[in-house]
């Protein structure tokens, strides 16, 4: 049986977040994530460029402050020259207005900046996490080289990478993670689901994004999906995902 929680920084949390990056500024969403952590999840995901700002407001206007036991995490750096200290600074400084908080739980560089070393990016936010406004550290479509070269840097708590049944280019960074103590957070996880996903639905009494879900949770113990959804009927699907076991012929047959 898998388990239905792991630890992310300090916080025991579910292993099914909530991704939001199409989430808008409206009443109806505020009401959405409120629900969606009534129910359970615990790791709610956005960033710096989602939606123009709008992902960040909502969750700041339905959180703030978050939970005990919430654990709000967003990004900053996505695009090239994002990554130099003034513009990586910046950016975290409207992230912490946007999301209402004093102290960001999780904060992930979103991608190495191809014009920035990526020990400079990460010295910005060395600096905010030392003065206590970030918690923790992460980083996005990384991979182990430039993991073990940000560790010299600050302690990297999860590596947010894209992986799915059909895209598993990272298989080496999951091993490393699970070895190293490191959550893995796949995104775009419901990709990839074929005839083999479809049977084993059938037979599981499940739907495909279920299965989709399960497998990554089977596939590491360090795994942390964040499906992103705007339906908390979607959400509801998902996290029952925990309770799918998948047999090793059915582990087999997905490879």
């Known amino acids: 049986m898998v388990n239905r929680t792991l630890t992310l920084g300090d916080t025991e949390v579910s292993r099914i977040g909530l991704g ?8 109806r969403n505020v009401q959405f994530i409120r629900q969606v952590v ?5 790791v709610i995901d956005t960033a710096h460029l989602y939606t123009s700002g709008d992902s960040e407001r909502t969750i700041g206007e339905a959180l703030s402050p978050p939970p005990d036991g919430c654990v709000i995490e967003t990004k900053g750096g996505f695009s090239p020259g994002q990554g130099r200290p003034e513009v990586l600074s910046e950016q975290i ?13 999780l904060y992930y560089l979103h991608r190495v900046d ?33 993991i073990e070269r940000a560790r010299e840097v600050v302690p990297v708590t999860a590596v947010q990478n894209r992986y799915n049944l059909a895209e598993r280019g990272w298989d080496e960074v999951i091993d490393y993670c699970e070895a190293e103590g490191i ?12 005839g083999a996903v479809k049977k084993i639905a059938r037979t599981q009494g499940a739907t495909e994004t279920q299965i989709a879900l399960a497998w990554l949770l089977h596939r590491s113990p360090v ?8 339906s908390i009927e979607h959400v509801r ?11 090793d012929d ?3 047959t997905l490879g």
């Open 20 to 27: 939001t990056n199409r989430l808008r500024h409206t009443f």
């Open 38 to 42: 009534e129910e359970g999840v615990n």
């Open 93 to 105: 400084e409207e992230s912490l207005r946007r999301l209402r908080t004093e102290t960001i739980e």
């Open 114 to 146: 191809p014009e920035t070393p990526l020990e400079k990016s990460l010295g910005t936010i060395k600096e905010y996490r030392d003065r206590g406004k970030i918690r923790h550290v992460g980083l996005s479509e990384v991979g182990v080289e430039q």
């Open 183 to 194: 959550v893995f957070v796949p995104f775009f996880p419901l990709r990839g689901a074929d």
């Open 223 to 230: 795994m942390l999906p964040i499906p992103g959804s705007l």
């Open 237 to 247: 699907e998902n996290v029952a995902a925990l309770d799918i076991e998948l047999s």
């Open 250 to 252: 059915e582990l087999a």
